[in-house]
């Protein structure tokens, strides 16, 4: 997924009960979080693309080019976990030019 430079990495279920929000230079000097984004690509050689969709393809082929390195998208790419439903959920919106979250968590 990094080599779509995103700004934002979304994930779920990571067993807090509430949504965390960081940015990989805030926890990892520039060559550790290089060296987490290229973390075990050389598995995908062992992947089998015989029944893949196009798409999966596509996909395929984008993720095998080398990451850019320099350093303007990823000092932007903020990784945000979400807690399962029952717990909590967070909005991600876009206005007027700027990203906003609203976290919510149900613990009491």
Wanted: aromatic share 16%; hydrophobic share 40%; glycine share 6%.
């Amino acid at each position: 997924m990094i080599h779509f430079m995103p700004n934002f990495w979304i994930s779920g279920h990571m067993g807090a009960p509430y949504t965390c929000i960081w940015n990989q230079f805030t926890i990892r000097e520039m060559d550790e979080s290089l060296a987490w984004f290229d973390s075990q690509l050389n598995r995908l050689d062992t992947l089998k693309l015989d029944n893949a969709t196009p798409e999966a393809k596509l996909a395929f082929n984008l993720i095998k080019h080398e990451i850019q390195h320099d350093d303007y998208w990823f000092r932007k790419l903020w990784n945000i976990n979400v807690p399962d439903a029952k717990d909590g959920y967070a909005v991600l919106s876009y206005d007027n030019g700027g990203f906003f979250i609203d976290s919510h968590t149900g613990l009491s």
